[in-house]
């Protein structure tokens, strides 16, 4: 089992930035590909990053590419999201996942956090 606590959310302005935090306990960190979700209200999840086990590799949606930046310190056991450049459509509760492999499917994840909510708004 490993557990996963999402923070850094909040209200912000068009244009502005937040550093989502994801901070694991648990089974070790470092064996598992993070990935970052989001869903708005009357919407599905979907894919925001993923990251792999060494964070060397990183993976995008094409809605947030060039804007947000996933990265991951397996010494704090702890992945990041920054997001610049927000846009009012970027509102969601934005989840971390834990799994095995790396994937953008939100049902092959195995363990999430509870969300944080993100509000870009003037």
């Known amino acids: 089992q490993v557990q996963l606590v999402e923070s850094g959310g909040g209200l912000v302005q068009p244009g502005g930035s937040l550093r989502l935090s994801c901070a694991a306990s648990g089974r070790t960190f470092s064996r598992y590909t993070m990935g970052w979700f989001r869903q708005a209200p009357g919407k599905e999840r979907e894919f925001v990053a993923a990251i792999s086990r060494s964070g060397h590799s990183t993976y995008y949606a094409g809605s947030v590419k060039g804007r947000f930046t996933i990265s991951r310190d397996n010494a704090k056991n702890t992945v990041y999201l920054q997001m610049n450049s927000l846009k009012p459509e970027d509102t969601a509760v934005y989840y971390c996942?834990?799994?095995?492999?790396?994937?953008?499917?939100?049902?092959?994840?195995?363990?999430w956090g509870q969300g944080t909510q993100v509000t870009v708004s003037s």
């Open positions: 996942a834990a799994d095995d492999i790396a994937t953008t499917v939100p049902s092959e994840y195995d363990y």
